[in-house]
């Protein structure tokens, strides 16, 4: 039951384009489903997790709901199949590379890294050593 009440918020929403959780739960009341505000809200999270809604705040109390725009994927599901195996391929690679970088340039890299550090400690006012 959940989901449908889920698919009937976000049918009004993509059909309105963008509108304001208050005109929503009005909307919802005058169609007869009578949803407590807690199970709404809880309703708008999960729309906003799934990324099938972007929810921002317009004043102190209220929001203003807008349908997110779908992507469409151009490398299609073969390709981020075919994708996430080179990823894995060159991630043992740098894997391996990065433990040789960090072996051999450990000494040089041990000076930069503490100037960077001394540089980011001196951001902070009152930090003296």
């Known amino acids: 039951m ?4 889920k698919n009937e918020l976000l049918e009004k929403v993509r059909g309105a384009g963008a509108l304001t959780d208050v005109d929503l739960y009005k909307s919802m009341t005058k169609e007869g ?11 708008l999270l999960d729309l906003e997790i799934l990324g099938l809604v972007k929810i921002a705040w317009v004043t102190k109390d209220e929001r203003r709901i807008e ?3 779908e992507e469409e994927d151009s490398t299609g599901y073969g390709d981020a199949q075919g994708g996430g195996s080179e990823d894995g391929a ?3 690679a740098r894997s391996k590379s990065g433990s040789s970088r960090g072996s051999s340039s450990s000494g040089a890299g041990g000076d930069g890294g503490s100037d ?6 001196a951001s902070f006012p009152g930090l003296e050593k």
């Open 67 to 69: 349908a997110a725009e």
């Open 116 to 121: 960077a550090d001394k540089s980011y400690e």
């Open 90 to 92: 060159s991630g043992g």
């Open 33 to 43: 489903r009578i949803i407590p505000e807690d199970r709404f809200n809880k309703l």
């Open 2 to 5: 959940v989901s449908l009440i």
